[in-house]
């Protein structure tokens, strides 16, 4: 079988790197994931990796922290992530390389797109943490903007749902799956998929967005290869 995309963004939420504990990082889970991450770069494709916080850290959960300072320790929370998913890869044989929007020498490389591009083409994984390394964006908004900078073939968002429903189907058991939708659907209906701002870019870049379930990790070399699931979001 034919791969369909040569380069993708893989947007991974820290939720997903919890497995069953719920918070902090299940490396049996994290090792699962990192698997077909691997079988996807044996055949070929080059692969971004931008990662979330969750598993470790929501934002202002005090409720009065200062919202620059949280997403701060939230961007610090995608470099513990990104991290543990190098270490892991690179356990398996992969070479892989983490870049931070926000420098740390001593532990990453700075964010530089075409050094970024150049370890594409030397067959390594380039995981980005940091977000997009400022405050009031979300790392779906850093997915789609590493997507666009790196010239991504899609933009893969593994979530713990097999697609986007018009509610949530875990609260109503008529929950309606939608096999594609536009980026403007996206923005104008709030699917909660993501925020505004990141369908916004992936639309304006003409970037397709494949949002499936993670809870079989294969479905990554499934959706490399074009198969039919989730749903596509695309114009």
Partial sequence: MEKKYNRILLKLSGEVLAGEKKQGIDFDTVTSICKVIKECSDIGVQIGIVVGGGNFWRGRSS????????????????????????????????????????????????????KAIRHFEKGRVVVFGCGTGSPFFSTDTAASLRAAEIRADIMLKATNVDGVYD???????????????????????????????????????DIPILVFNLQDPSNILKAVYGEEIGTIVID
């Fill in 63 to 114: 409720g009065n922290m200062d919202r620059t300072r949280a997403d701060h320790i939230g961007m610090l929370a995608t470099v513990m992530n990104s991290l543990a998913i190098a270490d892991t890869l690179e356990q398996l044989g992969v070479p892989v390389r983490v870049q931070t929007a926000i420098e740390m020498r001593q532990i990453a490389e700075p964010y530089i797109r075409n």
């Fill in 167 to 205: 509610k949530d189907p875990n609260k109503f058991p008529d929950a309606r799956k939608f096999k594609t939708l536009s980026h403007a659907d996206i923005v104008k209906k709030g699917y909660g998929v993501m925020d505004s701002t990141a369908a916004a870019m992936c639309k304006d870049n």
